[in-house]
């Protein structure tokens, strides 16, 4: 599966950003998908992720009442919707599939750079 990931900006603290990930096959009812982050300096972390079969949502604590993740079957992939954003949400954010939970990835895309400025 290829993953392509976009809509990645600058907004200032407060604002809101959508993530849209792309996938080169249908990925519903076959894959989870998720997103993970990197901010600089900083491992790689788990945003939030949606099962194969869309019966589950999971979310990293920070992720929790601010950020969605929802699929977007025309694209056979995702969105990440994220509001109130902090300057500590700036990170590289990548898009992932992976089998049941989509928790564990399979397969990353690249990454597309989201800053949150102050």
């Known amino acids: 599966v290829q993953l392509q990931a976009s809509g990645g900006g600058t907004v200032q603290a407060g604002g809101s950003l959508t993530l849209s990930c792309a996938a080169s096959?249908?990925?519903?009812?076959?894959?989870?998908m998720g997103w993970f982050r990197q901010a600089p300096g900083k491992e790689r972390e788990f945003v939030a992720a949606?099962?194969?079969?869309?019966?589950?949502?999971y979310y990293e604590d920070f992720a929790k009442g601010r950020f969605t993740i929802s699929r977007d079957n025309a694209k056979n992939g995702v969105l990440l919707q994220m509001s109130s954003l902090k300057v500590e949400d700036t990170a590289i954010y990548y898009c992932?599939?992976?089998?049941?939970?989509?928790?564990?990835?399979?397969?990353w895309g690249q990454g597309t750079l989201v800053t949150v400025s102050s």
């Open positions: 949606i099962s194969w079969n869309d019966d589950g949502t």
């Open positions: 992932t599939a992976g089998v049941g939970s989509g928790m564990v990835p399979d397969y």
């Open positions: 096959e249908r990925t519903f009812g076959t894959y989870g």
